[in-house]
T-cell receptor, first 111, second 115 residues
Framework: TQLLEQSPQFLSIQEGENLTVYCNSS?????LQWYRQEPGEGPVLLVT?????EVKKLKRLTFQFGDARKDSSLHITAAQPGDTGLYLC???????????FGTGTRLQVFP | NAGVMQNPRHLVRRRGQEARLRCSPM?????VYWYRQLPEEGLKFMVY????????ESGMPKERFSAEFPKEGPSILRIQQVVRGDSAAYFC?????????????FGPGTRLTVL
């Protein structure tokens, strides 16, 4: 069974701090997606990384796909209260189109 | 450009009743996925459909659950004889293509409560 472990599970920080969320697996993925989910809503796609070692930036968010395509990280610079939410990584294996979701990281940013 | 639509947003059923959850994919998307999110857990894949075909149902419980995506109309996830353990948020996602650039866009979900 493929698993994606996220850490930390919970994170409470002050506005302006930096943070990194990790997504790790023993399995290789053909691509990996990051989502943010707010209470009562569906996950919203933030980014897709496809190439090992790939780095993508989305304003204050930086996403990296590990060289071996088994792990990924999300770094947020100068966090803001609007960044609060549940962050989910999701990997897609070769020869399948279903997504394997990570365990989630619940981020709370206080003003 | 409307996103993925799901209805109802909230559904309450008594044990033994049937639940029907509907999903309309984004315009131009022909691939539909259903996921279930239990309280305090991550999303778990249930089934992947294309128009009139079930492609992968490896995450679907063997009994009481069925899914369809007809040529016309929304995709339907049907749960017969619901039990309390079926209470969860059910999310539908759609994508325009398969392959490594298969980006899935999610609807707002249907929250099923079984009394």
């Amino acid at each position: 069974t493929q698993l994606l472990e996220q850490s930390p599970q919970f994170l409470s920080i002050q506005e302006g701090e930096n943070l990194t969320v990790y997504c790790n697996s023993s399995s290789v993925f053909s691509s990996l997606q990051w989502y943010r989910q707010e209470p009562g809503e569906g996950p919203v796609l933030l980014v897709t990384v496809v190439t090992g070692g790939e780095v993508k930036k989305l304003k204050r968010l930086t996403f990296q796909f590990g060289d071996a395509r088994k792990d990924s990280s999300l770094h947020i610079t100068a966090a803001q209260p609007g960044d609060t939410g549940l962050y989910l990584c999701a990997g897609r294996s070769y020869n399948t189109d279903k997504l394997i979701f990570g365990t989630g990281t619940r981020l709370q940013v206080f003003p | 450009n409307a996103g993925v639509m799901q209805n109802p947003r909230h559904l309450v059923r008594r044990r033994g009743q049937e639940a029907r959850l509907r999903c309309s994919p984004m315009k131009g998307h022909s691939h539909v996925y259903w996921y279930r999110q239990l309280p305090e857990e991550g999303l778990k894949f249930m089934v992947y459909l294309q128009k009139e075909n079930i492609i992968d149902e490896s995450g679907m419980p063997k009994e009481r659950f069925s899914a369809e995506f007809p040529k016309e109309g929304p995709s339907i996830l049907r749960i017969q004889q619901v039990v309390r353990g079926d209470s969860a948020a059910y999310f539908c996602a759609s994508s325009p293509r398969t392959g490594e650039h298969n980006e899935q866009f999610f609807g707002p979900g249907t929250r099923l409560t079984v009394l």
